[in-house]
C-alpha cells in the first residue's frame, strides 16, 4: 500500500483547507485511515479517523473544524478543515491504523501554509 | 486525553552505545503503544508496535518494553543511521496522542 496526499499549499485564513489521500495498491477495508499533523519543528498531532464503513473519530482539540470521508470506490480519503488560521500551518500526512499503536504506512506529506 | 511524556528529551551517543528512551502515560494503557523514528523531512516510521513488537523490516537492535503506564524502546548498539527523533504513540483511546519526542544524536 501507497499513500499520497495532495492538495493546495497556500490556504488563506479563515477558509476551507481541503486535502486528499490517494490509497494505492492496497484495499481501504478494514483499517483506520488516519490524518495527522506536525506544524513546523513541534510534534505529531493525531486530527481523527475514518474506517471504511465511515465512522469517524475526531481530535476534540480541533472544536469541530475537521470532517473526514471516504470515497471507496475510488480509493481516496478526504479531509475538510473549516476556518483556518495561522496555527493550522504544517505538513499534513494521512496514515493507515489498526490497534496496538501501529500506523503504517503514512504518506509523504504535504505541507499547507495559512497566510494571506 | 492521555498524555504521554518522554526522558530525556534530546541524548548525545556514540556508534555503538546502548541508549533507552522511556516514554510514561498518564493512565493505564495496556500495551496499545507504537515508538516511531523521524528523520527530518520524512513521515515518522513505525518500529514498535504493542510495546513490544518489532515491526517487520527494523533491526532487532530495537526493542521495546512495558505495560501500563511505563514504557521503554532501546537501541542495543547505536549506528549512525540512527539519528533523528523518536516518538512513542498510544492508541488505547481517543484522541490519540504523541510523545513530545526524543531527539538522537551523536557525540
Known amino acids: 500500500v501507497q499513500l499520497q496526499e495532495s492538495g493546495p499549499r497556500l490556504v488563506k485564513p479563515s477558509e476551507t483547507l481541503s486535502l486528499t489521500c490517494t490509497v494505492s495498491?492496497?484495499?481501504?477495508?478494514?483499517?483506520?485511515w488516519t490524518w495527522i499533523r506536525q506544524p513546523p519543528g513541534r510534534g505529531p498531532e493525531w486530527l481523527g479517523n475514518i474506517h471504511h464503513r465511515g465512522e469517524t473519530n475526531y481530535n476534540p482539540s480541533l472544536k469541530g473544524r475537521v470532517t473526514l470521508s471516504v470515497d471507496t470506490s475510488k480509493n481516496l480519503l478526504f479531509l475538510k478543515m473549516t476556518s483556518v488560521t495561522a496555527t493550522d500551518t504544517a505538513v499534513y500526512y494521512c496514515?493507515?491504523?489498526?490497534?496496538?499503536?501501529?500506523?503504517?504506512?503514512w504518506g509523504q506529506g504535504t505541507l499547507v501554509i495559512v497566510s494571506s | 486525553a492521555i498524555q504521554l511524556t518522554q526522558s530525556p528529551s534530546s541524548l548525545s551517543a556514540s556508534v555503538g552505545d546502548r541508549v533507552t528512551i522511556t516514554c510514561r502515560a498518564s493512565?493505564?494503557?495496556?500495551?496499545?503503544l507504537g515508538w516511531y523514528q523521524q528523520k527530518p523531512g520524512k513521515a515518522p516510521k513505525v518500529l514498535i508496535y504493542?510495546?513490544?513488537s518489532l515491526e517487520s523490516g527494523v533491526p532487532s537492535r530495537f526493542s521495546g518494553r512495558g505495560s501500563g503506564t511505563d514504557f521503554t524502546l532501546t537501541i542495543s548498539s547505536l549506528q549512525p543511521e540512527d539519528f533523528g527523533t523518536y516518538f512513542c504513540l498510544q492508541d488505547h483511546s481517543y484522541p490519540v496522542t504523541f510523545g513530545p519526542g526524543t531527539t538522537v544524536d551523536f557525540k
Open positions: 495498491d492496497g484495499s481501504i477495508g478494514g483499517y483506520k
Open positions: 496514515a493507515r491504523g489498526i490497534n496496538w499503536g501501529w500506523f503504517d504506512p
Open positions: 504493542a510495546a513490544s
Open positions: 493512565q493505564d494503557i495496556s500495551v496499545d
